[in-house]
């Protein structure tokens, strides 16, 4: 099992910064994987940037250039950095792990799952 707890959120001003981050913790998995996601009100949850295990991001295009991700692998935490932030971006945002079981991989057999936290709120305000 996988738990993911983010931190961060709150109210800013347009133009302003925040900074997400998102811990994993837990036992018997090894995460691949890790990413946020938001979902606007009234509006699908949709990807806002990824990275892999290696170090590999990539962006929606709406926040390219003024989001970055970045990952502690030691610490199985993801961080997003956001700046310039823009009304648009008032959404709650999710961390997401996608993490394989170590039991599934000794069977051969491995499973990627996804985890989620539970959200963390993001309002910015113009």
């Known amino acids: 099992q996988v738990h993911l707890v983010e931190s961060g959120g709150g109210l800013v001003q347009s133009g302003g910064s925040l900074r997400l981050a998102c811990a994993a913790s837990g036992s018997g998995f090894t995460i691949n994987t890790m990413g946020w996601y938001r979902q606007p009100p009234g509006k699908q949850r949709e990807l806002v940037a990824s990275?892999?295990?290696?170090?590999?991001?990539n962006y929606a295009d709406s926040v390219k250039g003024r989001f970055t991700i970045s990952r502690d692998n030691s610490k199985n935490t993801v961080y997003l950095q956001m700046s310039s932030l823009k009304p648009g971006d008032t959404a709650v945002y999710y961390c997401?792990?996608?993490?394989?079981?170590?039991?599934?991989?000794?069977?051969?057999?491995?499973?990627?799952?996804?985890?989620w936290g539970q959200g963390t709120q993001v309002t910015v305000s113009s």
């Open positions: 990275i892999t295990n290696s170090g590999s991001a």
């Open positions: 997401n792990a996608q993490a394989f079981s170590i039991a599934s991989i000794h069977r051969d057999r491995p499973q990627l799952l996804n985890y």
